[in-house]
Structure formats: structure tokens, C-alpha cells
């Protein structure tokens, strides 16, 4: 069982700057693709990036904008995020896949979900 916590969430305004953290427990944590979610008000979970075993990827939407790195020493995955636009505003998630080396992109691929954390952006 692996547990996953989100902090870093708040209110910003456009044009701004958020960092993410997910603490996972466990000592496997390197062995995991790391993804992280979000999900706006009537819409569905959507993939905003992750990070494999070597390397992170990202949805067109946020490429140039968010870096998602991981911490195996921390059991940590962040995700740095500027430029932050209202389109960004949503409960963000990270999510854990066991032994896989390059994250995918479709929530229901994921083994574990941390709890949330709201990010939203000001216009």
C-alpha cells in the first residue's frame, strides 16, 4: 500500500507561480511512474505531467510552463508551475504506477491517488 500526500496548493494570480509536492510513503517510491492530474469543476480528470524513471512528460497545454521532477532520496514528486493562467485553476492530484518506467497518461493506469490539492489562478 502507498500512500500519497499533495501540498503546495493556493491562490494565485495569472502569471504567477506554484509548487507542488507529493510525499509517498513506502520504500519502493523508485520504482513508480509519478503522474500528476487535475481536474476543473464539470470536466474530467485531465494529465498535466509526469515523471518515469528517468525522465518527465507533460500535456501540450502546460509544455514550456510546469517541470515535474521527483526526489527518489525524499520519496518526493513535485511540480513546478508559472505562468499560471485561470485554464489552470483545479484540484490537482499525483498518482503512483508500480514498476512502470514511463508514465501514462490515463487515470484509470494508476495504482494509488493522493487526496488533492486546490490550485486556483486569479484572473
Known amino acids: 500500500q502507498v500512500q500519497l500526500v499533495e501540498s503546495g496548493g493556493g491562490l494565485v494570480q495569472a502569471g504567477g507561480s506554484l509548487r507542488l509536492s507529493c510525499l509517498a510513503s513506502?520504500?519502493?517510491?523508485?520504482?513508480?511512474?509519478m503522474g500528476w492530474f487535475r481536474q476543473a469543476p464539470g470536466k474530467e480528470r485531465e494529465f498535466v505531467a509526469g515523471?518515469?524513471?528517468?525522465?518527465?512528460y507533460y500535456a501540450d497545454s502546460v509544455k514550456g510552463r510546469f517541470t515535474a521532477s521527483r526526489d527518489n532520496a525524499k520519496n518526493t514528486v513535485y511540480l513546478q508551475m508559472s505562468s499560471l493562467t485561470p485554464d489552470d485553476t483545479g484540484v490537482y492530484y499525483c498518482?503512483?504506477?508500480?514498476?512502470?518506467?514511463?508514465?501514462?497518461?490515463?487515470?484509470?493506469?494508476?495504482?494509488?491517488w493522493g487526496q488533492g490539492t486546490q490550485v486556483t489562478v486569479s484572473s
Open positions: 515523471c518515469g524513471w528517468s525522465n518527465s
Open positions: 513506502g520504500r519502493t517510491f523508485s520504482r513508480y511512474a
Open positions: 498518482a503512483a504506477e508500480l514498476d512502470t518506467v514511463v508514465p501514462k497518461s490515463e487515470p484509470n493506469d494508476y495504482d494509488y
